[in-house]
């Protein structure tokens, strides 16, 4: 399945496009383990909205991405476990080591009342046990929903409610640079409101102190005392669901975002292969915390249904220093790296010293996700990382696309500053206007949309069909919509161009303004407030609140940390506002819809141009917002 040159790319798009049927069943049937072949390719129906893909092919993805490979080179590694304090020895796991490890916790979730199509809930920090927990719970055809570790409890809470969880898997704590953070706790706190869950599994990181609830809480280790090492992985039908990540979008709570199995995996696997252009014997190290999209797939299941060795970071890359990741990729001899460009950007504001002494010549790819990768910082990760020698893979994709959908194929694919280029074989582009009208021709802008199924896109959000339906095939009828602004230059290369809804993209992470406003507006005192985000140099966007209080505030900077604090215990520490401003007012339409073009202008510093305020209920709001502006 890998291309190799331009020309191949070519073919292979055409084909992909000519007949995608063809395309897929042929790399799904050649390069994977099935239980049961497929002998039906793709139904599908963008205006009501479903897609299955292989519907009657059976497999399991820990079979394709662990036992295979542990047939056929047991002793490659697998995973690297690089700890969060540099002097603590990595670890390394084979891939016969890890089969027996996920088949061994897949028994403790088999003894613990835990079956195919149950949700299991995996709050963990960045070590081995987060990645055995997803194996695990996949090898016996359970639903993981992991959530990031950074998230409160009452995010946390929200999510199992949502897609009622059995049972939860976490730690102690965990250690991320010099802070220790509570994890065990926060579950506590969080299942107060949780009455789905019957068991919560704690694996111990930092040993700190916890409670555990007479016949609830046990501990991983004792657990696995007591089960066998093999485990047979379940036969799943293609499109039983695989995992559920929650996602911001422009209303309402985060939506669990449904991927199945068969069409996951192939996808997974196939843009893993050709994007990074992965080679037998790579080092391969994904940034990414296995909590957001990209650690789900190009840091476990890509890389490992691939047979690669991938390594995961549990630390922060600016502990102990800013030369930390250099560190990682020198002693570990990385040849692949993908990272963030908030990352990038943050690093780049440390200075060159970092750099110094650190041997980055094993390097030979780059990988950029999450945010548009602005020049100075391609510039920078060009010239400094990769020394010229190793193209940069942009790539754009979301979290329910689940893999890369427009990226340059690494060393192949010409590649240009900020662009992320052309789209991959299976994904067909179209910039759409306003009125969904398809903008032709090269040198233009428009909406992104995508006109045909590829093998992972996003099946449902858990428990609302009608939503999933309404927010990405509403828009514009007869295509799914990305919720991005995009650009097809003259070159016919695309440029993502940034969010044009309501979701903001803080340092890589989704966000959604309504969300922060529900948190900002249950803080006491707090009449109404309206969100938007504006250009930040390192976070790539910053979170600006304009906030209305019931009082003139008597101590405005005190009340500004007390917001923090309630942003903190609702969503989680991600996303608190960078900036707090206190208006008496919002510009208001009649109807009561609140102007953000204009509230984004003052954000952005830019107010020479607010466009039409005619309409507004009362337009000294306005003014009196500029002048407090932050
Ligand atoms: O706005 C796009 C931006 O991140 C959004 C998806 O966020 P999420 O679902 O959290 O997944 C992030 C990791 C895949 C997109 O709608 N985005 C992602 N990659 C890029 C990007 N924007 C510009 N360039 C990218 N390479």
Not at 248 to 261: A, D, E, I, L, Q
Not at 266 to 291: E, K, L, M
Not at 567 to 576: C, D, N, Q, T
């Amino acid at each position: 399945m890998r291309i190799t040159n331009i020309a191949a790319y070519q073919q292979a798009y055409k084909k992909s496009v000519e007949n995608p049927e063809q395309f897929w069943a042929k790399i799904a049937s050649e390069n994977f383990v099935w239980d049961k072949p497929f002998t039906k390719i793709l139904d599908w129906n963008f205006n009501d909205y479903k897609v299955n893909w292989f519907e009657d092919g059976q497999l399991n993805i820990t079979t394709n991405a662990l036992d295979r490979h542990a047939a056929n080179q047991p002793n490659t590694v697998a995973l690297i476990y690089e700890p969060n304090e540099p002097g603590d020895d990595s670890v390394s796991i084979t891939y016969k080591e890890l089969l027996e490890k996920v088949s061994r916790f897949a028994n403790v979730l088999k003894a613990n009342g835990v079956q195919k199509g149950d949700r299991v809930c995996i709050y963990m920090p960045m070590i081995p046990e987060l990645a055995i927990a997803v194996l695990a719970t996949a090898r016996i055809g359970a639903i993981h929903s992991v959530v990031f570790g950074g998230f409160s409890a009452q995010s946390i809470a929200d999510r199992i409610n949502d897609s009622e969880c059995k049972v939860v898997i976490t730690t102690d704590g965990a250690v991320r640079g010099n802070k220790k953070i509570p994890m065990k706790e926060t579950v506590d706190e969080a299942l107060v409101t949780c009455p789905c869950v019957e068991k919560v599994i704690v694996a111990s990181r930092t040993h700190t102190p916890v409670s555990m609830i007479k016949g609830r809480d046990i501990w991983w280790k004792e657990a696995e005392q007591e089960v066998s090492a093999t485990c047979p992985a379940e036969i799943m039908n293609a499109e039983d669901p695989l995992f559920i990540l929650y996602t911001s979008g422009s209303t309402g709570k985060p939506k669990g975002v449904v991927h199945t199995c068969g069409g996951y995996m192939v996808y997974a696997a196939y843009t893993f292969a050709n994007v990074f252009q992965y080679n037998p014997g790579d080092v391969y190290f994904c940034t990414a915390d296995i909590g957001w999209i990209t650690g789900h797939s190009y840091l476990v299941y890509g890389p490992l249904l691939n047979g690669a060795t991938s390594l995961m970071f549990e630390g922060i890359p600016t502990y102990p220093d800013a030369g930390r990741f250099w560190d990682i990729i020198a002693r570990h001899k990385v040849n692949i790296f993908y990272t963030a460009p908030t990352a990038i950007r943050s690093l780049m504001g440390f200075g060159d010293s970092f750099l110094e002494n650190k041997d980055l010549s094993t390097l030979r790819v780059l990988g950029s996700v999450g945010e548009p990768l602005n020049e100075e910082a391609w510039h920078w990760y060009n010239d400094k990382i990769g020394k010229g020698n190793c193209p940069i893979v942009d790539t754009w994709w979301q979290t329910e696309t689940a893999g890369i959908m427009i990226s340059p194929l690494a060393g192949i694919t010409e590649t240009k500053p900020a662009f992320a280029t052309l789209p991959l074989p299976g994904v067909q582009p179209i910039l759409v206007d306003e009125n969904g009208k398809e903008i032709e021709g090269n040198g233009v802008n428009g909406n992104l949309c995508i006109k045909y199924p590829w093998p992972s896109i996003i099946r449902t959000t858990w428990g609302d069909h009608e939503r999933c339906k309404s927010t990405y095939f509403s828009t514009y009828p007869g295509l799914y919509f990305t919720g991005d602004g995009c650009m097809r230059d003259e070159d016919g290369y695309y440029r993502i161009t940034g969010r044009v809804d309501d979701v903001m993209n803080i340092s890589g992470h989704r966000i959604g303004t309504a969300e922060v406003e529900n948190a900002i507006n249950s803080h006491t005192g707090i009449v109404e407030s309206a969100v938007v985000g504006y250009p930040h140099d390192i976070k790539g966007q910053g979170i600006y609140a304009y906030v209305i209080c019931e009082h003139t505030p008597e101590h405005p900077d005190l009340l500004k940390k007390d917001i923090l604090m309630t942003v903190s215990k609702i969503i989680g520490p991600i996303a608190k506002p960078d900036k707090i401003q206190f208006v008496s007012g919002l510009p208001k339409t009649r109807s009561g819809k609140i102007m953000r073009r204009i509230l984004r202008k003052v954000a952005e510093g830019d107010v020479s141009n607010l466009g039409d305020t005619s309409t507004l209920l009362d337009p000294s709001v306005v003014e009196e917002i500029i002048e407090g502006a932050l």
